[in-house]
DNA sequence: AGCATTTGTTCGTATAACGCACAAGATATC
DNA sequence: GATATCTTGTGCGTTATACGAACAAATGCT
């Protein structure tokens, strides 16, 4: 059965979601933009990003100098709509912290979005990746601990549908891009219930996940503990990380309502 | 000159005023509802609430099991677009893990959004509070250190309409509601540029803040270091953790792009 | 000063979005 | 299993929301 257009399709609010593509449209690289600049980046005419953006700063979720829009804090609320309503979020983050007093190391929480893991929480110690890392980055899920232990997790008409539509791109020399390893490590990280990425998304990067689940084990989210090649080893995330953190990843789940 | 209302002016799209509101309407209390209690929550027709509800899905910023809506992820790219478009964002997490390797305790980054203080960027230690901060929560500017440092920093009619504006209440026995007493506070806070808040907006906290500035010395945030009474005297603060503190907001400051 | 670009505004128009009413489906009760 | 109640889906006539073009005004550049 095919997907009617959105245009077509009577129960679609169309200028919500034209206002939302305003919203998304500033960035690191476009902190500020003018009336004609929004209009641009979205396709839109001057007249309708002009209303937009005068809509948003009415309600204080923009607001202009005059020439120059910019996002204000409101927008976060959104965000932590979702956040808040996340049923492992508020007990995640003091285990996380327990985990970070032990191991010295950051700990991650991260679920699935499309193609992507999605940052939720997080407690970050010395700087591993090169970007920095914060609730609502995201990152592909086929070259990371997380990413694979969310897809591991997946039912197997999702996970096939992931395999289906995702591109995958060599980050590191190291990166699995060749489908049928990709499918065994996540078939291995099904089974062992977690799982180890060394350098694949990023040089120098290693990191280990396990999942949190729901009372039915079903797969809600991803924890991990990240390190540097250079200051921790295979052997060691083996013998010290995953123990720690297989026992976070249950504590968070037990302390999951129902 | 008095407002127009909101409905009256030709420049609001108020469709996308309601979407938001939708968004809003989900929380840690309500992480899903069904169709009629997002009418209820929100005061829209149901044949309203509908129609936003399932542009939310087919934008795959909520989803549906199909009685009971969700947010998505996705709902964290808007507020990532604001946070990504902070000057200081991406600079002040490593200043701030750099901060808590080296006093053990809590650092955080906060704006300030009307009457509150919002969380940007946050290295979180031991929990200090009983509620679980992260990015996008809110609390009081009154009675917290990077509340008073941010209000110290407003222009003089800014503060005089905060001043107008604000409800002190009480939240522990040491909150300052006296107005004239909070005015000197926030007066010292300006003038030694620095604020420390011991036991104000909950028992055992206590936190120093100094202000995030940029090269016309603008007060863009606040950074803060907090602990619990039992575990850092007053002294200490003062004398341990302040030149850190300062040291940190500085370097954030002079990294802050022109 | 002149020209180019951007922004503000008006206004006629189209249709997006509305809400009501009723049908259909789901759930609870007996 | 029947009935009552509540919730959701849908159609449709209507309205007013939102649209975009065109032109004026403001701003910026040379």
Redesign the pocket.
């Known amino acids: 059965m095919t997907k009617v257009q959105a245009?077509e399709d009577?129960d679609?609010?169309?200028?919500?979601v034209?206002g939302l593509e305003v919203i998304r449209t500033f960035s690191r690289y476009k902190p500020r933009m003018?009336?004609?600049?929004v209009a641009q980046q979205t396709g839109?005419?001057?007249?309708?990003a002009?209303?937009?953006l005068l809509t948003l700063v009415r309600e204080e979720y923009a607001e202009t100098d005059?020439?120059y829009f910019a996002l204000r804090p409101k927008v976060l609320d959104l965000g932590f709509a979702y956040l808040s309503s996340l049923p492992m979020w508020e007990v995640a983050q003091p285990i996380m912290r327990d985990v970070v007093n032990v191991l010295q190391e950051s700990c991650s929480l991260a679920v699935l979005d499309g193609l992507d893991i999605v940052y939720v929480a997080r407690v970050p110690t010395e700087r591993v990746m090169t970007i920095g890392l914060s609730i609502g980055s995201r990152l592909p899920a086929y070259c990371s601990s997380m990413g694979r232990t969310l897809l591991a997790g997946l039912p197997p008409a999702e996970l096939a549908a992931y395999y289906d539509r995702v591109k995958i791109e060599r980050r590191t020399e190291r990166t699995v891009t060749n489908m049928v390893a990709l499918k065994d490590a996540i078939e291995t990280s099904r089974r062992q219930g977690w799982t180890l990425v060394d350098q694949e998304l990023e040089m120098g990067l290693r990191s280990i996940a396990a999942p949190v689940k729901n009372r039915r084990s079903e797969v809600l989210a991803a924890l991990n503990v990240s390190t540097h090649e250079g200051r921790t080893s295979i052997e060691t995330m083996k013998t010290r990380f995953l123990p720690v953190l297989l026992d976070a990843a249950q504590r968070i789940s037990a302390a999951v309502p129902q």
Chains 1, 2 share one sequence.
């Not at 679609?12 to 919500?16: A, D, E, G, I, T």
């Open positions: 245009s009577k679609y609010v169309q200028s919500l034209r003018t009336l004609t600049e839109m005419t001057r007249a309708a002009r209303r937009f005059g020439k």
